[in-house]
Structures are given as C-alpha cells and as structure tokens.
C-alpha cells in the first residue's frame, strides 16, 4: 500500500526557514516523479515544486528563488528546503508521486506569521 510520511513544519517569522521531509514507500519511488502541494484554508491544492528521477526539478512562480526540492532515492524520501518564508505560505503542505494521486498522507502543517 502507498504511503507518505511528511514532517517539518512548524511555526517561523516572515523570512524564517524550514525544511520539510516526505518518506514514500508501497511502490517504486525511484522510477517516479514526486512533487511537493500545498493547501490553505478554503484555498485549493497547489502544486509548488515537482523533481524527476533523474534530479530535475521545477517550481511555481510563487515560490521560485526561495524553494529548493531534493530528493534521495536510496531513502524513498523528497525534502522541500523553504526560504525567505511569506505569511502567503503557510498552508499544510503534501508531497505525491505526480503520475497517480489515489492516497494523500496527513501533510504537515506551516504557518508564517509574526
């Protein structure tokens, strides 16, 4: 069965950093292209940064320069590396293979705030 696990949200101040974590497992996660999503409240689901097998990756425009997404095959695990945060960020944030979207973890939630 799929399974994500993402963890390291938190609270920070505007132009505070975090580093999120999603551990995958039930399928192949080598061989998938894996994103990172965000959803605020009454807001919907968001796609900010998406990473190939191979390493490349991509990201929206509201996030691009201050978002950095990784991952490490040998460990099933894409990492989300946030900076220069916003208060427009915080939202509970998700990762998922980008292929097929049957299972959502419970995300992690990021708040930015003063």
């Known amino acids: 069965q799929v399974q994500l696990v993402e963890s390291g949200g938190g609270s920070v101040q505007p132009g505070g950093s975090l580093r999120l974590s999603c551990a995958a497992s039930g399928f192949a996660f080598r061989f998938y292209v894996m994103g990172w999503y965000r959803q605020a409240p009454g807001k919907q689901r968001e796609l900010v940064a998406r990473i190939t097998s191979g390493g490349n990756s991509n990201y929206a425009d509201s996030v691009k320069g201050r978002f950095t997404i990784s991952r490490n095959n040998a460990k099933n695990a894409v990492y989300l590396q946030m900076n220069s945060l916003k208060p427009e960020d915080t939202a509970v944030y998700y990762c998922?293979?980008?292929?097929?979207?049957?299972?959502w973890g419970q995300g992690t939630q990021v708040t930015v705030s003063s």
């Open positions: 998922n293979r980008l292929d097929i979207q049957d299972y």
